[in-house]
């Protein structure tokens, strides 16, 4: 059975007066936006993927397939792709 995965992109303005310190992380960026001097706004982008795409996502992240999608999450043998994700007898 078919797995429901899904792949959100947030987007979030800040408007200030000042250059960002470049060693602000998330968190930090919020609370200033929140009870700071700083106006900060949000949207979410959500999209439902397959699980070939999801590992695509992971893998550009860094992340193992597995991580997400289990030890045995396919079997089809990926090790041929090509930059555009094709298998060579594609």
Do not use: C
């Not at 429901?4 to 007066?17: M, N, Q, R, S």
């Not at 289990?70 to 090790?79: F, L, M, R, V």
């Amino acid at each position: 059975m078919a797995r429901d995965l899904y792949k959100t992109v947030i987007v979030f303005e800040v408007l200030h007066e000042h250059i960002m310190p470049s060693d602000m992380d998330l968190p930090d960026i919020v609370r200033e936006t929140i009870s700071g001097g700083w106006s900060g706004s949000w949207e979410a982008n959500t999209q439902r993927v397959t699980e070939s795409e999801m590992a695509d996502l992971l893998e550009a992240q860094g992340s193992d397939p597995a991580f997400l999608l289990g030890e045995d999450w396919n079997t089809t043998d990926y090790s041929n792709r090509t930059p555009n994700n094709e298998t060579d007898d594609e």
